[in-house]
T-cell receptor, first 115, second 114 residues
Framework: DTEVTQTPKHLVMGMTNKKSLKCEQH?????MYWYKQKAKKPPELMFV???????INESVPSRFSPECPNSSLLNLHLHALQPEDSALYLC??????????????FGQGTRLTVV | AQTVTQSQPEMSVQEAETVTLSCTYD???????LFWYKQPPSRQMILVIR??????QNATENRFSVNFQKAAKSFSLKISDSQLGDAAMYFC???????????FGSGTKLNVKP
């Protein structure tokens, strides 16, 4: 199984809503990532979890709250978003540092629209 | 700071022809990884090819090969016998050996003409 599964695939939410994005992998990867991607732009790193601990937060606004409940799951909780937060949110996973096969595996993303 | 530069925003190639996408990067590290990812309209980022900096031999994967010039900090992707399914955004990416962070270039949109 070399898949990273993200749900939902599409999400429309109001600025006062609370929603969550989910990501799951069963490759035994111990590093998991959230990226934000605007149209025709490269992915921008938001958060990195390593061994279920937050290791990188790229100064992301607190209206985005990540959570890693176990080694297979990664959530991104959304609250009070702004229309400019509309984007494709990509989850990725990779082996832990020092392991072989160091590439990141990406999910298909959640297309988020904030209205 | 690590930066990755892709100077070609868009390129076109005729089906069955060969095309080369350029990528340069800046780093003070001696050991690192380089990647080319493909992102078709379906949105999923798919690994095309990987290169370890300590390996002098250029990586190849079927129709895809790289020209890795470590001293010049250049990492170009050659696609041979281009197919319609190769049409996508291509991102060059860099990762340090000791750090879980991928740095992406701005991307090159590849069009394949039948």
């Amino acid at each position: 199984d070399t898949e990273v599964t993200q749900t939902p695939k599409h999400l429309v939410m109001g600025m006062t809503n609370k929603k969550s994005l989910k990501c799951e992998q069963h490759m035994g990867h111990r590093a998991m990532y959230w990226y934000k991607q605007k149209a025709k732009k490269p992915p921008e790193l938001m958060f990195v979890y390593s061994y279920e601990k937050l290791s990188i937060n790229e100064s992301v606004p607190s209206r985005f709250s990540p959570e890693c409940p176990n080694s297979s799951l990664l959530n991104l909780h959304l609250h009070a978003l702004q229309p400019e937060d509309s984007a494709l949110y990509l989850c990725a996973s990779s082996q832990a540092l020092g392991q072989l096969n160091t590439e990141a595996f990406f999910g298909q993303g959640t297309r988020l629209t904030v209205v | 700071a690590q930066t990755v530069t892709q100077s070609q925003p868009e390129m076109s190639v005729q089906e069955a022809e060969t095309v080369t996408l350029s990528c340069t990067y800046d780093t003070s590290e001696s050991d690192y990884y380089l990647f080319w990812y493909k992102q078709p309209p379906s949105r999923q980022m798919i690994l095309v090819i990987r290169q370890e900096a300590y390996k002098q031999q250029n990586a190849t994967e079927n129709r895809f090969s790289v020209n890795f010039q470590k001293a010049a900090k250049s990492f170009s992707l050659k696609i041979s016998d281009s197919q319609l399914g190769d049409a996508a955004m291509y991102f060059c990416a860099y990762r340090r050996v000791d750090f879980n962070k991928f740095y992406f270039g701005s991307g090159t949109k590849l069009n394949v003409k039948p």
